[in-house]
């Protein structure tokens, strides 16, 4: 079974849909404008925490679970979120039944500018209680925080615990990541109790979204596809598939420097032997002999069902389950990787654009820090620019699709594509340290009103506003296994739409392959692979809300909207 798509194939492809030799589908409901904005590293929990629906709507959060009362304080079941330590006795884990209590909340650092030194954030107390705590209580709501928890692949496996949900300021500790000295590991890392931190709508804080949630649909069961970080989801995103380490389409093992060893150092409790975004972030997840590999299948087996295709790992294959730079520059030329620069292999895989284009459906991504035929530096992030890791995009016409946020705005007016993708300019994704959630409430107020300006377009229209991962804040919702790259926790969608249940929580389980499978069900397409799981059946939900009963399953969010007047 071929399980990497040659590149050949794929611009072949690019080339008969570019010269025209492609018919466009009818969609089959009424939505003709699918647009999703993507914003960055925010679980459900930390802006929906203390969400209150309208009458006759349930949700899963923080205070429907009593953790935390309405003013943001502890509430009686506020132990379900505490946090423990745990000890991995020589060997990197996924499940640590056996823990110990964590005290207090370690006072997370204060926003430095990149390469200040890193000093105790003073706002925020020194001895909140082991769990979540209300940021506002301490910062403003729009005030840029250094709260950047870990939330690389392998530690979220450990933050999440076997559904736990109770080491996600225990990852950040012990690991490694963000070592404040490396030459001195006592010194600890600046990961702190960030995770923990949550926003409070119940006293005024995400106003904008709170404003959407209730007027439209929102759904408490969302996820993140990869556990880890951004390029990761991403690229998940744009393929439903993970980047593999690969020379002119065929795998192939990569530096040894590069292959990811969360096993823990000699006399250290966890912190990884090699880890990081410019070394190791290579998996080979078919070998169980590798590094971190045995634990995260042990646990998939321990299911009681089968994990998507065996875990979705082929043999020989090493995947990439960490942020780096996409293998292209701006005018397509393959980049040379370097020392200080961790650049990834082009890709393969069928994506997203390919089979719109191929379809001949419209679509564009926009990305935020695309100028023209440049881009502006402190705006553009690389890992939030998915489809510039694929050999089909990249060295073909359909580079021409990849634009920046302003052609977005501009299209709206003119001739808007059937599918649009934004990825908004760095400052304005929400990511924490230079960004806040004010900031992303912002951008896409901007993106609503501007399409709610265009009665044509708003009348057959919906916007997805979701985000590409939880950014290692705290989550207390059901993550299903899928296989072995995720799910990962919760986070937050939106559906904004005329079409959308209109103050609606919708409680099926999604993650991004739901935006494929909304996609493919809309304008009659397949899957985008044997790969992807848009492959897998919608969830049956007759003994639990939240968890499917025919595992694994995956919905195509048709259940958010209201096709029939």
Known sequence: MKLHSSPHILAMVAALVVSGQAFAQTPNSPIKHLIVVV?????FDTLFAAYQPPAGQTVKNLLSSQVITLNGEPGPEYQKATQKLAHTQGKYDVEYPKTSPLKNLPRPYARADHGAPKVLDEKIPGQLQAGPFQITKYRGYAEFTDSNPVHRFFQMWQQVNGGRHDLFV????TSGEGALDKRNLGKGTIHQGEPMGFYNMASGDVPYFRELASTYAL??????????????????LASGDIAVYQQDGAPQKPPSGQIENPDPMFLTDNWYKNSGYKTGSYVACADESQPGVESI??????????????????PGSYYLVNNYSQPYTFKGDKKTPTEDQAVATPQSAPNIGTQLEAAGVSWKWYHGGRLGKGLKKGEYASDTDPLTFFTSIMESPLKQKLQGDDDFFADVDKNLPSISFISPPVTQTGHPHYGSPANFEAYVKRVVEKVQSNPKVWANAAILVTYDEGGG??????????????DGTR???MVVSPWAKKGHVEHTYYDHA???????KNWSLKPLSNRTRDNLPNPIHSKDNYVPDNRPAIGDLFDMFTFTR
Not at 39 to 43: A, C, I, L, V, W
Not at 170 to 173: F, P, Q, R, S
């Open 39 to 43: 914003g960055e590293n925010t679980s």
């Open 219 to 236: 759904a408490d069961n969302y996820h993140q596809a990869v556990m880890g970080g951004t390029m990761p989801n991403y690229l998940f």
């Open 514 to 520: 739901s935006i494929h499978k909304f996609i493919q």
């Open 170 to 173: 225990w990852a950040g500790l």
């Open 473 to 486: 804040y705290y989550d207390s919702g059901y993550i299903q296994p899928i296989d072995f790259f995720g």
């Open 297 to 314: 299948r042990r646990y998939l087996k321990k299911q009681p069902y089968k994990p998507f295709n065996d875990g979705n790992c082929a």
């Open 491 to 493: 986070i937050p969608l």
